[in-house]
């Protein structure tokens, strides 16, 4: 599937957008393949104050790349998100996320990474998150959104960051040939799709 080609209908959010509210900030976990991607493509939407690369679904004993590479922990690669809900709602992060951050009907993988460490999973912070995430898969799955059976699991978890080495990764390294390859094209995909969220 070409993710570059879909677009997630803005009907799908319109009854949750940025709540008209005094600036306050929020944290998003989110998990689809392998972070360095992930942290780039929310690096760049509007509204969003830090993206910080790390492991959800595990314990803190095992939050580590060593660890977690064994795909023996239960962390999937994962980013908080922190975000000003005035200008980005958790909604519209969520149409990021399904739409160009990754291949939501991939099961335990994401492109040439395999594995459970690299799942697509959410991780709510708080039972509203919960509640968007659930009626937000629902409605892509009723109205067929995708062609194939969406893999992504709403679950429970800490977050732990990852090691420094880890951070920014993208953007430190723009001209890798896996960055080239499976994680700039996710950016051009925000920019071109979503050309109200994207901030260069």
Not at 17 to 39: D, I, S
Not at 102 to 131: E, L
Request: positive net charge; charged residues 20%.
């Amino acid at each position: 599937m070409k993710l570059a080609h879909l677009l997630i209908p803005t009907a799908l959010i319109a009854t949750a957008g940025p709540a008209a509210a005094a600036p306050r900030t929020e944290t998003a976990v989110l998990a689809g393949g392998c972070f360095w991607g992930m942290e780039s493509v929310f690096e760049h939407v509007k509204g969003v104050t830090d993206v910080v690369s790390g492991f959800a679904g595990g314990d803190a004993r095992t939050a580590n790349y060593d660890a977690v590479s064994t795909e023996r922990t239960g962390h999937a690669e994962a980013v908080r998100i922190t975000y000003d809900p005035a200008k980005v709602s958790y909604a519209q992060l969520l149409q990021v996320y399904f739409a160009v951050a990754h291949d939501p009907t991939q099961v335990n993988r994401q492109g040439p990474d395999v594995g459970p460490s690299y799942r697509s999973a959410i991780f709510p912070r708080t039972p509203a998150q919960a509640q968007v995430a659930k009626e937000f898969i629902a409605k892509l799955q009723a109205r067929h959104v995708f062609k194939a059976p969406l893999a992504t699991r709403i679950e429970s978890g800490s977050f732990y960051p990852a090691e420094a080495y880890h951070q920014d990764y993208a953007r430190r390294h723009p001209w890798e040939p896996y960055i080239m390859i499976n994680d700039r094209p996710k950016v051009a995909a925000l920019k071109r799709q979503y050309p109200s969220f994207f901030r260069g």
